[in-house]
């Protein structure tokens, strides 16, 4: 089977399980025609770069598929239908990353950063 990567951009004024509920409709027709989920990244509400269909934001979601041609077709189909699908796409890879995505792993290493420079500033308070 082959591997691909989707990003899925979904409307701004969806609530985040209503989103995930979405998602895991995709994931089961996926699933159903003999795919698997990898890895399952989501990037939360988000700026568009410009306006979709009236749109400035929208909910993301990173997609690792192991699975058959046919299955991404349906999937795909199934997207394309769906009217709280802002944008998707689904490119072809090599092989799947184990790390967290970039945009994660910078979300992560600001929260450290951040905690760090706090307890730094406290120590200094101590003393």
């Known amino acids: 089977m082959a591997l ?16 995930e509920t979405i ?3 995709f994931i089961s027709v996926i699933e ?16 568009l770069a410009y306006k979709i269909n009236k749109n400035r934001k929208g909910h993301y979601i990173l997609l690792n598929i192991d699975g058959p041609p046919d299955a991404i077709v349906e ?5 394309r239908i769906d009217e709280d ?3 998707f796409m689904t490119v072809k890879i090599k092989f ?7 945009l994660i792993a910078n ?3 600001k929260n450290t950063n951040s ?3 706090e307890t730094d500033n406290s120590k200094s308070d101590i003393q």
């Open 4 to 19: 691909y990567e989707s990003v899925i951009i979904g409307r701004q004024d969806l609530t985040p399980s209503q989103f």
């Open 23 to 25: 998602i895991e409709k």
């Open 32 to 47: 159903s025609l003999k795919g698997k989920i990898k890895k399952k990244e989501s990037w939360g509400l988000r700026n």
């Open 75 to 79: 999937y795909e189909r199934l997207m």
């Open 85 to 87: 699908i802002i944008r």
């Open 96 to 102: 799947i990353d184990e790390k967290p995505s970039p």
């Open 107 to 109: 979300k992560t290493e």
């Open 115 to 117: 905690t760090s420079i």
